[in-house]
């Protein structure tokens, strides 16, 4: 446990560092007895998971620390073996249903019956509930979320769901209402600064403030990140040096590397090239919505005004088409091909026009 | 003029009137003016006079004499019908017809006479009538109306084209009137009701023909036409079969002609039985009716059929071994010679060789024929008549017979090494398998063991006699369509392949001819070649259609054929071939079979082009989308190659509607897949017609099979594997807070570096504290996200430490620079730290199960005790040092013993004798001091004090 992201991560509520007054409202409703079902939304490196440890913390002592990994079976009605590995102590359950696919609706249905199922048997000194959490939520399909919400209501004296996604937009409502939803924003760049200024602090290391600013605009607001980012810089060179280059995750540069590809030149056989290494960025497991915003957000740069707002259109059209297929690759080529097309119409309108 | 002629005929219909109801006698009757109107008959009749015969011969086919009278109203024609009554012949007394003008010519007076007599004979009554009308004509003639004439003429045209009226010479049926011949003679005119005739009229005016220019009508012309036309047809095909026939009698020996004339004839014997062929008709398919019943009248390529009987042949000795043994062989031998002469010259491709050596058993090399081809070749057919035509007894198993393993065995065994020992001539069996290609895997290899076992059995272990399963001994005849089928694989090696052509259109042709000549079906060959065309020489299905249409008519033509739906079999083709027509632009082919009709219409346009208008491309690929089947693989095939198809495409826009159509594609399949709603799943094959229509070509780039999507998903399940087996294995608390994404995203590529510091290659204990810490920071975090280094042996034969799992291939991409690497030495040497520093957890986990309840003395002095770091290390760390070998602590010695304290000891008091031995000696080891001693290296040795009083 030795990476500073791990080190020096907060396990009460009283020692985050950002967001302080959500953190103050999460105890008092600890306090309050009577804790809801809670649906957790933000970005990822945000602190999402962090927090709900903490109020777990919070409401059950530090004896929700003590984790251990479960496998847990689970037969489909097709007699399918499905198998999950859950993290779970005394008090709570987490699972992550969307790594057995498109069968995620069985194992929300048994797992919260079997855990709701058993009451607490010493309610006096503790609640006198568990705690499921469920982790990407946004990855369930809607089935399992329809099971999802007759469970939740149904199973409310023993167990209490903490939901966790990065987007609301992909939970179905009947579920957003059934819970407080809590959004944790992404640390300012400032919040971000200062925590790594805090964290090189105890570790007995000195951040000069512009190194800390830069890794702060290079994570993209993505705390995680940002903290790995400086352990590295630490490890290559110490002391820090303002001058030198945060070195970024690879796929980020073969992702621009691509999108400058595709702006030098407009052709199907480019297209075919760029096919290649979206292949290649797919199967590293690089999400596509990942590459379709990392791909427009590159491109967007050699856009002029008029035609970013169309740019930008198509590649939300594209992005919408890709959720609901199946191939990542066809919905991405098919965004790229939009793109040249429009770019080159710019260009030789721009020739012409020198004409 | 109307009104004129509506005054006149008022008096008529009067006179008429009075004539039927009253039966008035008429005040004079006088036969001379009568004869005198008669004379106006004749065709050189004076035109002002004309109104006269008319009346009297009224609708009589006189309207050649008024050629001129061609003006007509219709509105009058019509009302002058409906206020008549007309005089019409009985078409029921045509016996007694006459025409008067035939007549003409005779003696008038002997005529008037008879007639006359006739009259008296008959009936008063008809001689008032007939003076009635005369009595009309008078009036009419006294008037003298000109405007008549013309109202006349063309009402008698009219007359001309109901071509009814006739004259009677008897009485006729039905009302009638009497009127005197222009000779004199009596004759009758029946009375017509008005409303016959105005439906004849109607009926008229809807025919009626505008006039011709041309001397000979056009459709004689045409008509005309496609005769000649056929007739040069005929005559080609016919030199050209008569070539072939020629051909192949010299091939063949006299008997083939002899065959076919045997067989035709006694075809034409059953033609002459016209019942039994109907009776006939009715019971069989003409595809069994008229199937070759020997050698000779296989269609199939002679090479082939010849291939195939000289392999059978050589099973002569094995089969009927006492009747031909060596003979037969060298017989066979020098066919075989003559053989491999012809075949030089014929497609040689087609089949492979009969390989000629006999095995040990005297047996062909190949043990088994394979004929394949497509549809209705003629291969069933081949293998039953050659397999007869040797002396077998034909064995038959086809797909409708079950062919589970068991059945299969069962029935391969019983053909094969059975023979029918009652019936009149028990011959050997020969297996014939049909349809081989549907047959599921495990019974190919059940025929495959067969071959194979009986070879090696006999081989190896001939002395042994084996109980199970004796040679083969019997030919086995497989027959499929499809010699690439998986299951076939094996068994291809080791077969005689022969491989179909497709049959002659004009041997077929001429065949079809024969046959429909037999049925009484009229279809010119020329018909039939098209039809030959169309179902790709398939013979069944061309004798089907062919049937098909007796049933209903008599006649096939040219245009029936193109306008049917037949030949359109339901075959599949294979992706490559698919892939290929949609990138392809179909070249103009031109259509051989062109109708006369067609021709003389000017539709030989649409024609010729068929093929390459959009509608047949798109109907075309259409089609075949349907019938692969598949849309997943042929998708991937268009995407894989539409990239590198030559399309002008200068500013993108096709590209974007193939991209957004794959895209299409890609929603409805996951449509599909989630609903399982596969209604929808005829939309995809809409997919390949748009990229066909963007993207064709004349000389396509060559089409390559997709590979990548396939690759790419099983990298992408290896990287997958990768992330799971690594998260799979960390500690709960980091897996608590990562997941595959962020470890792509996020985590592992800055995690690298930081697990690569500049560690100074020397020895650990030469470490200041400052590296030591880093060192075991590294050891920590490798452990907690389960990674270690391990020895793997590189392609050139270095040794090399690899991350374990090699997260490195997850975020490593290509073209970007390499990271820098740890040496070799310091890659072992963390590997090394790591495996110790686990195997000190390992303990520390081990020691605390022993012993649940750990007092916190125990466990608290631990860090501090075996801290080596310096006193610059915060408090943070300490804890995560190894803390497994302190005295106090240990529970279990290094051999997993179980090291009891004195503590522990003192409770073990009420332990029976024996025990009470043991513990003596134990304690007394206990209580000696116990080393732990660190090898150099890597060994956790330990040295301690016995004697040997203690082992004893």
């Not at chain 1, 607001?221 to 630490?234: D, V």
């Not at chain 1, 990942?290 to 002029?304: N, P, Y």
């Not at chain 2, 470890?743 to 570096?753: G, N, Q, V, Y």
């Amino acid at each position: 446990m030795s990476l500073w992201v791990d080190k020096y991560r907060p396990t009460t509520l009283g020692k985050l560092d950002y967001h302080k007054e959500q953190a103050a409202h999460l105890r008092k409703l600890v306090e309050g007895g009577d804790f809801p079902h809670l649906l957790v939304y933000g970005p990822s490196g945000a602190g999402k998971k962090t927090r709900i440890m903490c109020t777990l913390r919070e409401l059950y002592g530090p004896g929700v620390e003590k984790l251990r990994i479960e496998q847990s079976q689970f037969t489909t009605p097709s007699n399918k073996k499905l198998e999950i590995s859950t993290i779970s102590s005394n008090y709570h359950i987490e699972v992550n249903p969307s790594d057995v696919g498109h069968n995620d609706r069985v194992v929300i249905q048994e797992l919260i019956k079997n855990v709701a199922q058993v009451n607490q048997l010493d309610t006096s000194t503790q609640k006198n509930f568990k705690v499921v959490v469920l982790t990407e939520v946004d990855r369930l399909s809607k089935e399992a979320q329809h099971a999802l919400r007759r469970t939740m209501e149904k199973y409310m004296a023993t167990c209490r769901l903490i939901l966790c996604c990065n987007s609301t937009s992909k939970v179905i409502p009947a579920i957003r209402s059934r819970c407080l939803g809590l959004r944790v924003a992404a640390p300012s760049v400032d919040e971000i600064c200062q925590i790594l200024t805090t964290v090189c602090k105890k570790e007995g290391l000195t951040l000069p403030r512009e190194m800390a600013e830069k890794v702060a605009e290079k994570s993209g607001r993505n705390l995680r990140r940002a903290l790995l980012m400086c352990e590295a810089c630490r490890v290559q060179q110490y002391p820090f040096n303002p001058e030198r280059d945060v070195s970024e995750p690879d796929w980020e540069i073969y992702l621009r590397e691509t999108a400058t590809l595709i702006a030098q030149q407009q052709s199907p056989k480019r297209l075919l090239e760029v096919r290649g290494r979206l292949y290649e960025l797919l199967t590293h497991c690089i999400p596509p919505d990942v590459i379709m915003k990392g791909l427009l957000k590159e491109l967007l740069q050699v856009c002029d005004g008029q035609m970013k707002a169309e740019v930008v259109h198509n590649a939300a059209y594209y992005e919408h088409r890709l959720q609901q297929g199946q191939k990542a690759i066809y919905h991405l080529e098919a965004f790229v091909a939009k793109f040249m097309a429009i770019y080159k119409r710019f260009l030789e309108e721009g020739i012409a026009d020198i004409f | 003029m109307d009104d004129s002629f509506e005054l006149e005929y008022a008096d008529e219909l009067d006179a008429l009137d009075i004539v039927n109801d009253e039966e008035i006698v008429p005040p004079h009757y006088s036969p001379p003016k009568s004869k005198r109107s008669l004379q106006f008959l004749t065709p050189k009749a004076d035109k002002n006079k004309s109104e006269h015969v008319v009346l009297v011969d009224e609708g009589g086919s006189i309207e050649a004499t008024h050629p001129d009278n061609t003006l007509s109203s219709p509105e009058f024609e019509l009302e002058y019908v409906k206020n008549r009554k007309r005089l019409q012949s009985s078409p029921g007394m045509e016996e007694d017809e006459v025409d008067g003008f035939i007549i003409s010519n005779s003696d008038s007076s002997k005529r008037a006479k008879f007639s006359d007599e006739a009259i008296l004979l008959k009936d008063d009554h008809v001689s008032h009538t007939d003076a009635a009308v005369q009595f009309i004509r008078q009036s009419r003639s006294q008037k003298g109306l000109p405007a008549s004439n013309s109202a006349n003429a063309s009402q008698s045209v009219v007359k001309d084209d109901l071509d009814r009226p006739k004259v009677f010479k008897r009485i006729p049926r039905g009302d009638f009137i009497s009127t005197l011949g222009y000779e004199g003679q009596r004759v009758y005119m029946q009375l017509w009701d008005e409303d016959v005739l105005e439906s004849e009229f109607s009926s008229f005016e809807k025919d009626s023909r505008p006039l011709s220019l041309l001397p000979v009508p056009v459709c004689i012309m045409r008509e005309q036409i496609e005769d000649k036309h056929t007739r040069k047809v005929m005559e080609e095909a016919n030199a050209v079969h008569d070539s072939l026939r020629r051909q192949l009698e010299s091939m063949e020996e006299e008997d083939t002609s002899i065959g076919i004339e045997e067989s035709s004839k006694s075809k034409e014997d059953a033609v002459n039985d016209e019942v039994d062929i109907l009776s006939e008709e009715l019971k069989s398919l003409w595809v069994e009716k008229y199937a070759p019943r020997k050698y000779t009248e296989l269609l199939s390529e002679e090479s082939i059929n010849r291939s195939l009987l000289h392999w059978l042949k050589l099973w002569d000795y094995v089969v009927f071994g006492k009747d031909v043994p060596k003979p037969m062989k060298k017989g066979a031998n020098k066919s075989k010679k003559d053989k491999e002469k012809e075949m030089n010259y014929k497609n040689k491709k087609f089949f492979s060789e009969v390989a000629e050596q006999l095995d040990k058993h005297h047996r062909p090399e190949q043990k088994i024929a394979l004929l394949c081809g497509p549809p209705g070749l003629g291969k069933t057919t081949l293998a039953h008549i050659v397999a007869k035509h040797a002396g077998y007894n034909v064995v038959e198993m086809n797909a409708s017979d079950d062919r589970s393993v068991d059945v299969f065995r069962n029935k391969l065994e019983s053909a094969t090494q059975m023979k029918a020992v009652i019936g009149a001539d028990p011959r050997p069996n020969c297996l014939i398998i049909d349809e081989i290609d549907g047959a599921p895997t495990p019974a190919i290899n059940v025929l495959l063991n067969l071959i194979k076992r009986t070879d090696i059995d006999v081989s190896s272990d001939k002395k042994k006699k084996k109980k199970e399963g004796d040679l083969l001994l019997r030919p086995i005849i497989c027959v499929c369509n499809d010699q690439y089928v998986p299951a076939l694989r094996q068994l291809r090696q080791m077969a005689l392949i022969l491989n179909f052509p497709q049959t002659e259109s004009s041997k077929l042709a001429s065949r079809l001819h024969e046959v429909v000549k037999v049925e009484r079906l009229k279809a010119d060959l020329n018909a039939l070649l098209a039809l030959c065309e169309r179902t790709d020489n398939d013979i069944r299905s061309c004798l089907n259609t062919l049937q098909f249409v007796r049933q209903s008519n008599k006649e096939l033509t040219l245009r029936d054929v193109q306008t049917m739906s037949v030949g359109q079999k339901d075959s599949q083709k294979s992706l490559f071939s698919l892939w290929n027509d949609v990138f392809t632009m179909p070249r103009p082919k031109k259509n051989r079979f062109v109708s006369i009709q067609d021709l003389v219409e000017g539709k030989q346009d649409t024609l010729q082009v068929n093929n390459i208008s959009p509608s047949a491309r798109f109907q075309h690929i259409l089609y075949m989308c349907q019938a692969a089947g598949e849309t997943d693989r042929v998708m991937q095939g268009i995407h894989e190659n539409y990239l590198e198809a030559k399309a002008k495409d200068p500013h993108l826009i096709g590209l974007n509607i193939a991209t957004d159509w794959l895209c299409f594609a890609d929603c409805l399949n996951q449509y599909i897949a989630r609903h399982q709603d596969f209604s929808v799943l005829k939309f995809s094959a809409f997919l390949p017609v748009t990229f066909h229509f963007l993207y064709a070509a004349y000389n396509p780039s060559r089409v390559q099979f997709p590979h990548g999507q396939f690759e790419a998903k099983q990298k992408h399940q290896k990287t997958i594997n990768l992330l799971t087996s690594l998260l799979s294995d960390m500690t709960p608390r980091t897996q608590k807070f990562t997941n595959s994404t962020n470890l792509t995203l996020d985590l592992l590529s800055p995690m690298l570096d930081i697990l690569q510091p500049t560690l100074r290659p020397v020895n650990t204990q030469l470490y200041s504290s400052k590296e030591k810490e880093e060192l075991s920071n590294v050891v920590n975090i490798m452990i907690a996200y389960n990674m270690t280094y391990h020895q793997e042996k590189s392609p050139d034969g270095q040794y090399v430490y690899a991350l374990d799992p090699n997260v490195e291939e997850v975020i490593k991409f290509p073209g970007l620079k390499q990271r820098k690497q740890l040496t070799y030495g310091a890659k072992q040497m963390i590997a090394r730290e790591i495996s110790l520093e686990k195997m000190r957890r390992a303990e520390d986990a081990r020691n605390r199960d022993a012993k649940p309840i750990v007092p916190k003395q125990a466990t608290k002095p631990a860090p501090t005790v075996n801290n080596k770091s310096g006193p610059a290390v915060p408090n943070h760390l300490q804890k995560l040092e190894a803390k497994s070998i302190i005295p106090q602590k240990t529970s279990v010695n290094f051999f997993g013993n179980l090291v009891r304290t004195k503590r522990e000891k003192t409770q073990v008091k009420d332990a029976t004798e024996e025990e009470v031995k043991q513990d003596k000696s134990k304690r007394e080891l206990l209580d000696t001091i116990i080393w732990f001693h660190f090898k150099e290296g890597f060994s956790n040795a330990v040295r301690r004090a016995v004697k040997v009083q203690d082992l004893l």
